[in-house]
């Protein structure tokens, strides 16, 4: 999928990769964007700030689906999927409601977060998601505070009170979505035990992946 055009979906492992914004309240010390300008693979994730609408998403997954199946719908490019909740709320509900054929209604929908999104909308955006988001995948990274900040340097008003917001963000997909993952990017300056401690606290499975993971970016 290279090609002159900003690419809005793109494969990986199975799955099909929805690019929804270039937008983030975090600049993650291990985030490969712009070690890799904008690239992935072949693949221009810069979308110039003309991001996607949910039509272009469908239109885009739908083609993809015709020319092979994918195993899941994986919200994850260069920017934080819920900086455009709606559009990607949308993308989800008209899916389930089987207004996306041939994409199937039970097609599985992942999200991949720094989890700041209850922060950033300044309410507990997790119940929107029921129903429609299968598994979230939120980048905690660590149990200590003063590291989150380190690594995920977000924007001054989120500085603060963001670690917390994240771990509400957990608690709550752990007890409303079928999946919960909290991911941590082995830098080797973190002390794993706790982090998987807290993961397992905060009712989500812990995943441990190599920095400069290709796999997704975040
Ligand atoms: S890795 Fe993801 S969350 Fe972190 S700065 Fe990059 S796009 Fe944002």
Redesign the pocket.
């Known amino acids: 999928m290279s090609g002159e055009k900003p690419t809005i979906v793109y494969r990986y492992n199975g799955g099909l990769y929805v690019n929804l914004t270039n937008r983030?309240p975090?600049?993650?010390v291990?985030?490969i964007?712009n070690a890799w300008k904008m690239d992935y693979r072949g693949s221009d994730l810069n979308l110039g700030g003309n991001e996607p609408t949910p039509a272009d998403v469908l239109a885009a997954a739908k083609k993809e689906w015709e020319a092979a199946a994918f195993t899941e719908l994986v919200f994850c490019g260069?920017?934080?999927p819920t900086m455009r909740l709606e559009a990607l709320l949308a993308c989800a509900r008209l899916i389930r409601n089987g207004k996306a054929d041939p994409l199937p209604r039970d097609l599985k929908i992942r999200l991949n977060t720094?989890g700041l999104a209850n922060a950033v909308w300044g309410r507990n955006v997790v119940p929107e998601m029921k129903g429609l988001i299968d598994s979230v995948h939120v980048?905690l990274n660590t149990a200590d505070p003063a590291q989150w900040a380190a690594v995920?340097r977000p924007m001054e008003p989120w500085a603060a009170t963001g670690f917390e917001k994240v771990k509400e963000f957990i608690r709550e997909a752990s007890l409303l979505l079928p999946e919960a993952y909290a991911t941590a990017v082995d830098s080797g300056d973190v002390d794993l035990e706790k982090f998987k401690d807290l993961a397992a606290k905060l009712g989500a499975e812990p995943r441990v992946r190599p920095r400069l993971d290709e796999g997704e970016?975040?």
Do not use: H
């Open positions: 983030c975090t600049a993650c291990f985030c964007k260069y920017g934080e720094n980048s995920m970016g975040r």
